[in-house]
T-cell receptor, first 112, second 115 residues
């Protein structure tokens, strides 16, 4: 069975500050890992994915995430927060072409 | 990028009526489509997985007779909420995955309000 844990249901950062959203996974086989963003009343948009290639993955909107097997983590970062980054972020894991298992989400608030 | 269109975006219906939600992959063929339900400020709960031309696979606890899923073509899946009741009010999101990869592309969601 696979699972993801997102530490911190709500994160607030100042505009221009570093964004760090935490995700730890549990998987019995090498996982595929994803970060999605959801804006209010909208579906999910893929930010980035890890599929066993490079461990540092760059995504859209300046986000990146690093796969650390020793720590079973896949934290999402962005060097400088922008007001438009305010949204809900979901980490997800899958095993190949199997279904996605989502974390409980982290709501990111940007303080002007 | 791959686009998934979901319609309608918002629907209000009376208790006891049925509502159909459509999910279309616009620029790729979706061999597999997924239907999720999301409660306010919560994560996505997978309801069912549908493969084109075959019966949907429902997650435990999801009533297949209440949530009818049809995946008649490689670009269209529908979810019908039958005899809707207020407790069915929720945000329903579909996603589609092509046979070439493992990425799910999501629709914009449908907010269902049952009066």
């Amino acid at each position: 069975a696979q699972s993801v844990t997102q530490l911190g249901s709500h994160v607030s950062v100042s505009e221009g500050a570093l964004v760090l959203l935490r995700c730890n996974y549990s998987s019995s086989v090498p996982p595929y890992l994803f970060w999605y963003v959801q804006y209010p009343n909208q579906g999910l948009q893929l930010l980035l994915k890890y599929t066993s290639a490079a461990t540092l993955v760059k995504g859209i909107n300046g986000f990146e995430a690093e796969f650390k097997k020793s720590e079973t983590s896949f934290h999402l970062t962005k060097p400088s927060a922008h007001m438009s980054d305010a949204a809900e972020y979901f980490c997800a894991v899958s095993r190949g072409n199997e279904k996605l298992t989502f974390g409980t989400g982290t709501r990111l608030t940007i303080i002007p | 990028g791959a686009v998934v269109s979901q319609h309608p975006s918002w629907v209000i219906c009376k208790s006891g009526t049925s509502v159909k939600i459509e999910c279309r992959s616009l620029d790729f063929q979706a061999t597999t489509m997924f239907w999720y339900r999301q409660f306010p400020k919560q994560s996505l709960m997978l309801m069912a997985t549908s493969n084109e031309g075959s019966k949907a696979t429902y997650e435990q606890g999801v009533e297949k007779d209440k949530f009818l899923i049809n995946h008649a073509s490689l670009t269209l899946s529908t979810l019908t909420v039958t005899s809707a009741h207020p407790e069915d009010s929720s945000f329903y999101i579909c996603s589609a995955r092509s046979g070439l990869g493992n990425i799910q592309y999501f629709g914009a969601g449908t907010r269902l309000s049952v009066l």
